[in-house]
């Protein structure tokens, strides 16, 4: 006999509200790790958006059914489309990870909890309709021209003319520490061009101050760093046009390297004395120690970007590619 059940005011019987199996692939983890936030798209090809009115149907749970924080950045009925962020307490790289994603709405309060999710970040942005830091550190960033409102992998993202679209920050050291720098700075973009000196992001091209990532005269990715103005990866990396990709830059005891998606782009630039500027950039740079960017502006499309104060190792790089790219995990109903 069918057990009856109300929800949201409706008679409804069990097995109306599904559960989804959400399998973390072991074989893409190169080591364990903790507390990491987990991108979860859903379409119509892996969710079924008939069994959900509305975002806060949907919860996370682990394997034995206790809720998991989550952050709901991304949701809409009509294109059928959701991006959530869940605080994975440890992932295996044995073994597959499994949470549960449900349908019910019961755990949705307990779960709603952003500031949880990026515990391991200073600053994050979900370029989308609102740009907000998700941390709880409500670290602001301004904006530039006029960067457009696009569809992106991530249900939305911000356009970047590549003539005056840009956002500034201040007071970076707040975000990112200072002396040696020991931080990682990571955004998921797709540059639109490769123009010699487009820049992804960073602080004053001035001498002593430069810390930036993007092309170098060959298309290259490249680092600026101290009183070098370019350096590339000794190997050399040239990412696809029009792709997303994953850059970390990452700085720990003085030397500083890129990791692209899934692997480090040649060597470690080795710099200690670097001095921040006061502003740092993304889309463009100021070298002129003001709050206005003025040089470098790059065409591109971004949908994440996020600081740490602590540096991220390799594993994590990758498993962040992986999870933003939408191949981590598998989703199957219970």
């Known amino acids: 006999m069918s057990s009856l059940i109300t929800k949201y005011g409706v008679m409804a019987q069990f097995g109306e509200y599904p559960t989804y199996i959400l399998t973390i692939d072991a074989s893409l983890i190169d080591s364990a790790l903790t507390s990491f936030p ?6 119509d090809s892996n969710f079924d958006f008939s069994s959900t009115t509305d975002s806060d149907n949907i919860y996370f749970t682990d394997q034995s059914d206790n809720i998991l924080d989550f ?4 949701f809409d009925l009509v294109s059928k489309k959701a991006v959530y962020h869940v605080k994975v307490p440890s992932i295996s790289s044995s073994v597959n990870t499994i949470i549960k994603l449900r349908t019910d709405g019961d755990g949705y309060i307990n779960g709603l909890n952003p500031t949880s999710v990026w515990s391991e970040y200073s600053a994050v942005y979900h370029m989308g309709e609102t740009i907000i830091d998700s941390t709880g550190n409500n670290i602001p960033i301004t904006q530039f021209g006029s960067p457009t409102v696009v569809d992106s992998i991530l249900g939305k993202g911000r356009s970047f003319d590549g003539v005056d679209d840009a956002y500034m920050m201040s007071n970076v050291t707040n975000i990112l520490g200072t002396g040696s720098l020991n931080s990682a700075i ?4 797709k ?3 490769n123009t010699a000196s487009d820049v992804l992001l960073g602080t004053h091209y001035v001498s002593g101050q430069r810390y930036y990532m993007g092309n170098t005269s060959s298309g290259q990715i490249g680092l600026g760093i101290g009183s070098t103005s370019w350096t590339s ?3 050399g990396y040239t990412p696809s046009l029009g792709a997303y990709h994953h850059y970390t ?19 470690s630039k080795v710099d200690t004395s670097i001095s921040m500027g006061s502003y740092f950039g993304i889309g463009a740079l100021t070298n002129t120690g003001s709050a206005v960017p003025n040089v470098y502006f790059s065409e591109m499309e971004m949908a994440e970007l996020r600081f ?5 190792p390799n594993a994590w790089c990758k498993a962040e ?3 933003l790219i939408g191949n981590l995990l598998s989703i199957t109903v219970e």
């Open 38 to 43: 987990l991108t979860v798209s859903l379409t």
């Open 71 to 74: 952050e709901v950045e991304y």
């Open 186 to 189: 990571s955004l998921f973009c």
């Open 191 to 193: 540059a639109e061009t």
């Open 233 to 235: 990866p000794s190997t």
């Open 249 to 267: 830059f990452r700085s720990y005891n003085g030397a500083h390297s890129v990791y692209i998606d899934t692997q480090q782009a040649g060597s």
């Open 308 to 312: 740490s104060s602590t540096y991220k």
């Open 321 to 323: 590619y992986h999870s």
